[in-house]
C-alpha cells in the first residue's frame, strides 16, 4: 500500500470525522452481539423447563422470554442507528477526500507545461481525475468502513467467544489461517491486472475522445465503418482484461462461503459432542451457530475489500505519476513587474523537448514599449515559438528573454500573463455563452466592457444579428461560429484584459483581406500604446507596423520598417511583390 501513503495528509484532515465512525462503529457492534447471547439464553432457559417439566415454571420462563425479545429488539434498533450514523460519518469523509484529490490532480494539471499536454492523451487525464478518484474513493469510503467494522466485530466477538468457551472457539477458528493464506495469494495477482485494466480505460478514453473531436474527419473521409471496427477491437481487449480481473475475483466468494461452512460443521460436530458431555449448555451451542454466521459477511467482505484496496493502490500509482511531474516552467520569485512593456530577446535558441526540433537560433532583437511589431516568416520559422516564449509557455534553452529589463524567470506566472493578451493561432472557444466566452480575458467585466472589446475586434455587430446576442451558446470549440467569428471573438478576449503587451498569433487567416484590413485599423488605433506583436503570412496585415521582423529557420534574416525592407532587393519586398501580384489576379 505504499503509493496510498500520499492519501495519509487527508487522513490526518478528516481524522475527528473518521474517529467519531471508529467509535460509533464499536459501539454499534457492542449492540449487535447482544441479540446472540440472549437468544443462548432463551434456549437455556426453554430447555430447563422442559427438564424440570414444571408448570409453575411458566409464568417465570414467559417473562424471560418476553424481556429477552424486547432487549434484542432494542438493541438491533439502536445498532441500526449507530450503523446508519457510522455510514454518514465514513462515507462522507470519503467524498470529501475525492472533493480534495480531484482537485489537487486539477491543480497539477494546470500547473504542467506544453510538454505535458504534448506527451500525454487527454482521454488519459481524464480517465486520471474521474475513474481512478473514483477507485480511490472506495478505499476512503466503503474500505475503511468496512475494514473497521470487521476488525471490531473480530476483537469484540472472538474476546467474548474465548471467555464462553475457548476449546469450541479455537476449533471454529481453524479455517481463518487457511483464508489469509488464499488472500494474500489472489491480492497479487489482482493488483497486476487492476493496473492492466485501468490503463485499458484510459485507452479506451482517448480513443473515443479523439474520434468526437475529430467526428468532421470522420464523416468526411467515410470512416465510420473503419472507426467502429478499431473501437470494438479496442473494446474487446478492454472486456476480456476486465473478465481477467472478474474472474480472479469471483474466486472469493464461494472460498469465503466454502470456509464458513466448515467452521458451522465444526461447531455443531466439536459443540454437539461437548454438549453430550455436558461440557456446555444448549444455549452456548446455538450462540456459536449464530456467532459463525455473523462472521459470513466479514470475512467474505474481506476478499471485497482487499480487491478494492489493491483497485485502489493502482489507481493512486497512476495518480501518483502525474502528481510526481515536476513542471519545467519554474514560477519565479514576482520581484519583476510589467511596466512598460519593453521586450528584449537575448541570443535566444530554442529546441522543443519533445520532437528536438530547433525553433530558434540564437535570436536577439529588441522591441520598445508601445510599438507594433510585424513578425514574418514561412511555416515553421519560428514565429509561434517566439510568442511561446513570451509567454512562458516554454523557456529558452539558450539566452534569455527580458520584459522592461527584467529577465522572464523573475515574474510570477499568473502577473506576467495578466499583463499579456495572446491570441494563438488556433484560438479555442468554450461551450458557453459569448459573453461568457470573451469574459475569460476578464471574469467581472461589464457588458459595456465586453461590448467595447467586441467592437474593437470589429465582431459586435455579428453578435448582435444572432438571435440571442451575446447570450448565444456556443457549441464546442465553436463550431457553431465561422473561422473568422472565433478568431475575432478570441481578439476580443485578449483586448478586454486591457494588456500591456498584445500578442497576435496568424489570428486573421480565416478573414478575407477586406475584413482584415478595417479589423486592422481598429486594433492599430486600440494598440497605440501598448507593444504589439502581429504575427501572419499576410504582409498587408503588418505593413503598418513600426518594424517588422522577417524569421527563416529560426534566424531573423531582416529587421526594419516595410520602406526601409522594400528598398532593397530582400526576402521581404520579393515576398511583398509576390503577394500583390497574386492579389491582383
Not at 469450541?168 to 493496473?195: E, G, Q
Not at 474593437?456 to 448582435?464: G, L, R, T, V
Request: with cysteine.
Amino acid at each position: 500500500m505504499k503509493e496510498l501513503k500520499h492519501l495519509n495528509k487527508y487522513l490526518l484532515k478528516y481524522k475527528k470525522k473518521l474517529l467519531f465512525g471508529f467509535f460509533i462503529t464499536i459501539i454499534a457492534r457492542v449492540f449487535s452481539l447482544v441479540a446472540p447471547r440472549l437468544i443462548g439464553n432463551s434456549l437455556t432457559a426453554v430447555e430447563h423447563f422442559i427438564k424440570n417439566n414444571s408448570r409453575t415454571d411458566i409464568v417465570t420462563l414467559q417473562k424471560t422470554l418476553l424481556i429477552n425479545i424486547s432487549i434484542i429488539i432494542g438493541t438491533a434498533l439502536i445498532s441500526g442507528f449507530f450503523t446508519f450514523l457510522m455510514r454518514q460519518a465514513i462515507i462522507n469523509v470519503s467524498r470529501y477526500i475525492e472533493f480534495d484529490l480531484k482537485n489537487e490532480v486539477f491543480t497539477q494539471y494546470q500547473n504542467l507545461t506544453q510538454s505535458f499536454y504534448k506527451n500525454n492523451r487527454t482521454g488519459d487525464l481524464m480517465n486520471r481525475i474521474s475513474e481512478d478518484v473514483g477507485k480511490v474513493r472506495m478505499y476512503f469510503g466503503p474500505a475503511i468502513m468496512y475494514s473497521i467494522n470487521t476488525i471490531a466485530l473480530f476483537f469484540i466477538l472472538i474476546s467474548y467467544m474465548l471467555s464462553v468457551a475457548p476449546k469450541l472457539t479455537f476449533y471454529t477458528l481453524l479455517p481463518l489461517p487457511v483464508l489469509s493464506f488464499l488472500i494474500y495469494k489472489l491480492n497479487k495477482a489482482i493488483h497486476s491486472r487492476s493496473t492492466i485494466v485501468q490503463e485499458m480505460l484510459s485507452k479506451l478514453s482517448s480513443f473515443t475522445q479523439e474520434i468526437f473531436t475529430g467526428i468532421n474527419v470522420i464523416k468526411s473521409y467515410n470512416l465510420s465503418s473503419t472507426i467502429l471496427s478499431n473501437f470494438n477491437d479496442l473494446s474487446n481487449i478492454t472486456k476480456e482484461k476486465n473478465m481477467s480481473l472478474v474472474t480472479l475475483q469471483a474466486w472469493f466468494f464461494p472460498l469465503m462461503l466454502l470456509l464458513i461452512g466448515m467452521s458451522n460443521l465444526i461447531v455443531i460436530l466439536i459443540g454437539g459432542s461437548q454438549y453430550i458431555n455436558g461440557k456446555i449448555e444448549i444455549g452456548v451451542l446455538a450462540e456459536f451457530i449464530i456467532y459463525v454466521n455473523m462472521l459470513t459477511w466479514p470475512v467474505t467482505v474481506v476478499g471485497w475489500l482487499t480487491s478494492i484496496i489493491q483497485q485502489a493502490e493502482a489507481s493512486q500509482k497512476r495518480i501518483n505519476d502525474f502528481l510526481k511531474e515536476s513542471p519545467s516552467i519554474k514560477d519565479g520569485n514576482g520581484s519583476a513587474n510589467v511596466k512598460n512593456g519593453e521586450i528584449e530577446f537575448r541570443n535566444v535558441s530554442l529546441t522543443y523537448p519533445e520532437t528536438k526540433i530547433k525553433a530558434l537560433n540564437n535570436v536577439s532583437f529588441k522591441i520598445k514599449a508601445g510599438e507594433t511589431i510585424g513578425v514574418l516568416g514561412k511555416v515553421g520559422a519560428g514565429k509561434t515559438s517566439l510568442l511561446e516564449l513570451i509567454t512562458r509557455l516554454y523557456d529558452p534553452n539558450e539566452g534569455e528573454v527580458l520584459i522592461d529589463g527584467q529577465n522572464l524567470k523573475l515574474f510570477n506566472l499568473n502577473e506576467l500573463r495578466k499583463s499579456i493578451g495572446y491570441v494563438p493561432q488556433n484560438p479555442f472557444l468554450f461551450s458557453e455563452s459569448i459573453s461568457n466566452n470573451i469574459k475569460f480575458g476578464k471574469n467581472n467585466a461589464t457588458n459595456k466592457e465586453i461590448e467595447n472589446a467586441a467592437n474593437n475586434a470589429s465582431i459586435d455587430k455579428e453578435i448582435k444579428k444572432l438571435k440571442n446576442g451575446y447570450q448565444t451558446i456556443l457549441g464546442e470549440r465553436g463550431v457553431t461560429l465561422s473561422g473568422g467569428q472565433v478568431q475575432r471573438i478570441s481578439i476580443a478576449r485578449a483586448l478586454i484584459k486591457n494588456p500591456n503587451i498584445i500578442l497576435l498569433d496568424d489570428c486573421l487567416s480565416a478573414v478575407d483581406t477586406d475584413t482584415e484590413e478595417i479589423i486592422l485599423k481598429s486594433l492599430y488605433k486600440y494598440s497605440e500604446k501598448k507593444t504589439t506583436l502581429i504575427v501572419s503570412h499576410r504582409i498587408s496585415s503588418m505593413k503598418s507596423a513600426d518594424s517588422i521582423i522577417v524569421f527563416k529557420n529560426g534566424n531573423v534574416i531582416e529587421q526594419g520598417g516595410h520602406n526601409e525592407l522594400m528598398e532593397n532587393e530582400s526576402y521581404y519586398s520579393r515576398l511583398y511583390n509576390k503577394q500583390q501580384s497574386e492579389q491582383n489576379k
